[in-house]
């Protein structure tokens, strides 16, 4: 596997499904809804999905997709090369905005983050790793994250964390909104770790992730000295949905320790 | 006062500021912190509030300036007319991400808001409007806010505000937070008031703000008919630091009356 003939592959394919993304405003966009009420989906990010799986298959036969949309393969375990894909990660702030939302895809063997992309469509902006090569936001190589504190970091989090909820005690939650200088939320996590590895916030937590949505963003994060891990410290595991975590290696392990009390 | 004249004079003194302190990036930012540890304030902040100050008072002799580094008059009323400015509206972001803050900017007659101006300085966008004529993103006339529900919406507000708090009971904002679509935070009053008037954020509310957080995004969120109060439903004080809600003005009502339980 030749990572860097693949690397110029998929920068190119990203650009074209941004361009198409972009377009796709001068059109109607078809919005259904999934699990629930607030978990849209559009005809768009199906598209999109779709294109990415037909240049898969005809130029890397053998790779497997795991995509958000469903129109990839069944992934029961992460045996050879695995493309990882959110077509549009962020779809609210798609639908809502029409900014604000990226195409998240990592590309892992087994089991191994190889290759991280996250595109910001609509600032195209393209945040990019090769494992072992350094993280990238557009041509500009990102420094490695310096050390911070908590009292002085900026958390990315959504504020439903800090309410009660099945996942981790919001009374340690609240403590850690209050302790840290402040806390943001963007609508996509895709971008919040594509900002933990460019330092415009020092970490972004989440109760309930899936492969996708992190895969890309992960390999990127690592380049930069940044750690991810789950609620328990654990590895991420790409087969599930579950909580995560990426920070700032010097305030990462604290996080989990002082301020995560999972239920 | 020709409101026109003064419109195409502050258009072009704020493009002067922004690209000042887009230069300052190339500098040393000096950083302390004013009435809490983060509660920060630049030399940038102070430099372009001193910058306002000095062309107001050669070009505009006479009219007032109430500006948050407090280097411009003391404002007990408000007689006459009075540039209500935040230089840097969101330094927490200034500083740590160099980019999600604003130049904020009102111009009150008599306690009546005639002019707004909002500058996202990084992107190169303004947002601005003049009483009775429309608001505009950059040259662009911003359509009337369209009808959404609760359910529908997404609200631009602080995590801290689903904590216990003095300023309302927290279990109704939690309420909020649930019953809407999403919540975002951006770090920036004046921002999440252009995104209120440009619908990308229905609804934006803080616990405390200060006349020159809100006197321009203001006079921008009316020309599109939003709502903009206090937490008890008045219009706002532009002396004093206070509650505040900028709304699509079909949920603004039941926000109020539904889920913001001053204390």
Redesign the interface.
């Known amino acids: 596997m030749d990572l860097h003939e693949m690397d110029r592959y998929i920068k190119s394919l990203i650009k074209e499904a941004g361009h198409r993304i972009r377009t796709s405003f001068r059109g109607d966009i078809e919005i259904e809804t999934k699990a629930h ?2 978990d849209l989906v559009t005809n768009i990010d199906k598209e999109i999905e779709q294109l990415f799986i037909e240049r898969i298959n005809t130029d890397y036969p053998g790779h497997r997709i795991f995509g958000e949309e469903g129109f990839g393969n069944d992934i029961q375990d992460l045996k050879g090369v695995i493309w990882m894909l959110d077509p549009i990660d962020g779809t ?1 702030n798609f639908v ?2 029409q ?1 604000n939302f990226a195409i998240s895809l990592g590309i892992y063997k087994d089991g191994v983050g190889e290759l991280g992309y996250i595109y910001d469509v609509v600032n195209d902006d393209l945040y990019h790793a090769v494992r072992g090569g350094g993280a990238y936001f557009n041509d500009e190589k990102l420094p490695m994250l310096q050390e911070t504190s908590i ?1 002085e970091s ?1 958390i990315g ?8 909820n099945k996942y981790v005690e919001h009374e340690s939650t ?1 403590r850690l ?2 302790d840290v ?7 996509s996590a895709a971008l919040e770790l594509a ?1 933990v590895a460019s ?3 020092d970490a972004y937590i989440s109760m309930r992730l899936s492969p996708w949505d992190i895969a890309g963003g992960s390999v990127i994060v690592r380049e930069v000295g940044g750690m991810t891990s789950n609620f328990k410290g654990d590895k991420e595991n790409l087969l599930v949905q579950d909580t995560f975590m990426a920070a700032n290696p010097s305030i990462h392990g604290k996080i989990l320790s002082e301020y995560i009390q999972p239920k």
Do not use: D, E, L
């Not at 989090?157 to 009660?164: C, F, G, Q, S």
């Open positions: 009420v607030n609210m809502h905005q900014r009292s900026i989090m959504n504020a439903m964390w800090a309410t009660p609240i909104i209050r200088r402040g806390t943001r939320s963007y609508g900002f330092g415009r916030i």
